[in-house]
T-cell receptor
Framework: QKEVEQDPGPLSVPEGAIVSLNCTYS??????FMWYRQYSRKGPELLMY????GNKEDGRFTAQVDKSSKYISLFIRDSQPSDSATYLC??????????FGAGTILRVKS | EAGVAQSPRYKIIEKRQSVAFWCNPI?????LYWYQQILGQGPKLLIQ????????DSQLPKDRFSAERLKGVDSTLKIQPAKLEDSAVYLC?????????????FGNGTRLTVT
């Protein structure tokens, strides 16, 4: 079993839809949770960073962490074609030793 | 600020050949990382430097991979000899520190194809 599981998709939605992306994990010691966005042939860029459980909102993006269920989510409101990318969840026990999910491919159709 | 620079962008070699990748991190970033991203997978940490010292190389295949960060700035990752399964994108990242809440900034990677 992988430490971090993420549905690879692809997930295809119409423009303006609310998108929900999810990861599950097995290591209960993870306490730092991140979402990265990766465009084709580019490096990942950090979108959201959350420590421990709870919600964090930044513009159209909301990150949720439920440590009791070992489940994290990223919601994108009013999705745009420019949001089309691969979304990677990542987490760590301490420091910057990140364990990444495999990534979910998102396609937003105009 | 200038981002993380990597070169070359693409490299095609035959198995058993050697190859080297170069990374220049963001100025002032003490911590440098090399990740391997195989197609359809998330990045996997190969090695982490703090200044010019190695912090973590537990997932680096040391029989064929080596990395150095001379003078605590630029870094080079080498593979010798390459195997087919080394085909991947090699990502370099840097952060101000190696502790929590110091975000990683990634370069655009070097895409290696081993034939």
């Amino acid at each position: 079993q992988k430490e971090v599981e993420q549905d690879p998709g692809p997930l295809s939605v119409p423009e303006g839809a609310i998108v929900s992306l999810n990861c599950t994990y097995s290591n209960s010691a993870f306490q730092y949770f991140m979402w990265y966005r990766q465009y084709s042939r580019k490096g990942p860029e950090l979108l959201m960073y959350t420590y421990s459980s709870g919600n964090k909102e930044d513009g159209r993006f909301t990150a949720q962490v439920d440590k009791s269920s070992k489940y994290i989510s990223l919601f994108i409101r009013d999705s745009q074609p420019s949001d089309s990318a691969t979304y990677l969840c990542a987490m760590s026990v301490y420091g910057n030793k990140l364990v990444f999910g495999a990534g979910t491919i998102l396609r937003v159709k105009s | 600020e200038a981002g993380v620079a990597q070169s070359p962008r693409y490299k095609i070699i035959e198995k058993r050949q050697s190859v080297a990748f170069w990374c220049n991190p963001i100025s002032g970033h003490a911590t440098l990382y090399w990740y391997q991203q195989i197609l359809g997978q998330g990045p996997k940490l190969l090695i982490q430097f703090q200044n010019n010292g190695v912090v973590d190389d537990s997932q680096l295949p040391k029989d064929r991979f080596s990395a150095e960060r001379l003078k605590g700035v630029d870094s080079t990752l080498k593979i010798q000899p390459a195997k087919l399964e080394d085909s991947a994108v090699y990502l370099c990242a840097s952060s101000k520190t190696g502790i929590d809440n110091s975000p990683l900034h990634f370069g655009n990677g070097t895409r290696l194809t081993v034939t």
